[in-house]
């Protein structure tokens, strides 16, 4: 009986709420819980055995400089790490900004520039406090100049990717279109993070913890900026999307 009470009143406040903000706030506790975890991994030294693991074997046993797979994965992945390099993402930033100043959003369009460069802060922030080094294990294929853990690329185009399949989705009336959106976010991240062990310049766990933290970011600044559009602040969707709850 008090287990079916708990689960009626979990569907009340769920159909109370909008479907998104209920999967952002699990996100952001997710994203929170596994950036911790990791952090501890790394800091009591768990993590080394699983780290040298993985990232040998992206690796020719012996030639380590020679990552596995043809000439053409190996420029593939130096073009996917590059998704989560300041210049792409800049650019990205720039020019989604500038659509929704175009667009008349000049408030949209400020929220979305400061969660960027919020998660730009706290990505050097997090890299300061732990300075983990770089993997010294393996040759890296492209340079690097800041510390390991969290990776950035990961934490950065997990933030930006996200925050940009967010705003797709929610101009979006149909929910297979909401959910491609966001698909395509999370796929980009993914890559993004998974280049960077393959590339020899982070160990896994700090694009674990970049993905979880990137991830806990946007879900913030989603519930900053669905808090802020209720009170006014923060221009409303287009009618066609708000026309379709979550």
């Known amino acids: 009986m008090m287990m079916g009470e708990l689960v009626r009143r979990a569907l009340r406040w769920v159909g109370a709420h909008e479907l ?14 596994v950036f911790a975890e990791a952090a501890d991994a790394v800091h009591e030294g768990d ?7 993985l990232l ?10 020679d990552p596995v797979g043809p000439e053409w994965l190996e420029e593939m992945g130096r073009d996917i790490t590059a998704l989560g390099g300041f210049t792409v993402l800049t650019l990205l930033t720039t020019v989604l900004v500038g659509y929704l100043l175009l667009a008349r959003k000049a408030r949209a369009a400020l929220l979305v520039l400061g969660s960027v460069l919020g998660a730009v ?8 406090l732990f300075g983990r080094a770089r993997p010294a294990l393996v040759p890296h ?15 950065l185009s997990a933030s930006v990717y996200l925050t940009l399949g967010a705003l797709l989705a929610r101009l979006q009336a149909r929910l297979v279109l909401k959910a491609y959106a966001l698909l395509c976010a999370l ?8 280049s960077r062990v393959y590339v020899g310049v982070h160990w896994p766990t700090d694009v674990l913890a970049g993905w979880a933290a990137g991830g806990a970011w ?14 006014g602040a923060v221009e409303p969707p287009a009618p066609e999307a708000a026309a379709e709850p979550g």
């Open 187 to 194: 796929l980009l991240s993914f890559l993004v993070g998974v």
């Open 218 to 231: 946007a879900a913030l600044c989603w519930l900053v900026a669905r808090r802020l559009q209720r009170r």
């Open 141 to 155: 294929l492209v340079v690097v100049h800041s510390a390991s853990f969290p990776s950035g690329h990961a934490m």
């Open 20 to 33: 998104g903000a209920v999967l952002s706030a699990l996100a952001l506790a997710l994203g929170v819980w």
């Open 56 to 65: 040998l074997a992206l690796r020719n046993p012996h030639d380590l400089a």
């Open 47 to 53: 993590a080394q055995g699983v780290d040298r693991l």
């Open 121 to 128: 802060a706290l990505s050097y922030l997090l890299k300061d």
